[in-house]
């Protein structure tokens, strides 16, 4: 496992992060026990990701906990979080502040390593920072979490608005991004204040289902070319990403879409989803895989660079709706 900083927290964490959501849930959402979920956890902390995103919505922190038990605590990186919504008012802190302490009681922890406000939409930026932010980090004090971040709302928020404000506050340690080959545009609106003010990335929405559904990535091709946003021959090509499958090359499109987001400047850390350990394998191979081509990655930026807001499809409903290349070691 290769292991990057995260930012200025100075934690060391794995370039692949186990994403404890999304369509899988660890593999609850799609009929697997809790007992091979548990399973999956420690299979992937075998691998060598030492870094486990999960969230108070996704049902998954006590699994994770479960995973984490036998293990030195300082050993895994923890990262949770906590949605509020935008009519709680005042009353918006002391439910953070109770959602965290019910995340360490389903972790098993005394503390957390990241404290994320989930899904903030740029309208919701205020409060969570006037109001909220500043109960945190006095929980902070008393050692219950290490450090703040704050993760934006990906299909409300392409422009990356909210993000754009956080990373200049100084409040927030972490941000998670969304960003893939068809979805650039944090490449210039936030990467590179990201690295200018060291905060850590977590990046989101590497692959969606307009990567691993044809059907999904025909469908959009067609309504993106009937519009103007791209080349008529896309919609019409039986594989219009084949290109990327070569032998010198990615051997699928989900490895094609791990390896671009992987080794773009400003990205620490790379969350997947999965509940499979073939799939997760995979997914952790894709992840330590040198970057794609140039030839290919300028072909990706050519026909996409300029899109903005494709292939955000939450996963259900969520939430809220000074070198560029970290410094890469062994963990």
Known sequence: MECVTLGRTGLRVSVAGLGCGGFSRLGLGTGRSEAEAVA????????????????????TEGVVGQGIKSLPRDSVVIATKAWIPRREGRSAAGRAVASLDNSLRQLGTDYVDIFQLHGVSPAAYDPALDVIAPALLKEREKGKLRFLGVTETGSSDPEHAMVRRAVEDGVWDVVMIAFHM????????????????????????????????????????????????????????????????????????????????????????????????????????????????????????????????????????MPGLSSAQPDVSSC
């Open 40 to 59: 999956l956890v420690r299979q992937a902390l075998d691998l060598g990701v030492n870094l486990l995103d999960t969230a108070a919505v996704y049902g």
């Open 182 to 317: 068809m979805h650039q545009n944090a490449r210039t609106r936030v990467f590179p204040r990201t690295i200018a003010n060291r905060v850590g990335t977590l990046l989101m929405f590497a692959v969606r289902n307009i990567f691993s559904r044809p059907e999904r990535l025909a469908a959009a091709l067609r309504e993106l070319t009937a519009n103007g946003q791209l080349p008529r021959w896309l919609a019409d090509a039986p594989n219009p990403l084949g290109f990327l499958i070569h032998a010198a090359g990615a051997s699928t499109i989900t490895e094609a879409a791990y390896r671009f987001v992987r080794h773009e400047p400003g990205v620490d850390v790379v969350l997947f989803g999965t509940g499979d350990p073939d799939h997760l394998r995979a997914n952790i191979a894709s992840l330590l895989a040198p970057p794609l081509p140039l030839a290919d990655r300028q072909t990706l930026t050519k026909l996409f660079g300029r899109l903005v807001g494709v292939g955000l499809d939450p996963p259900y409903s």
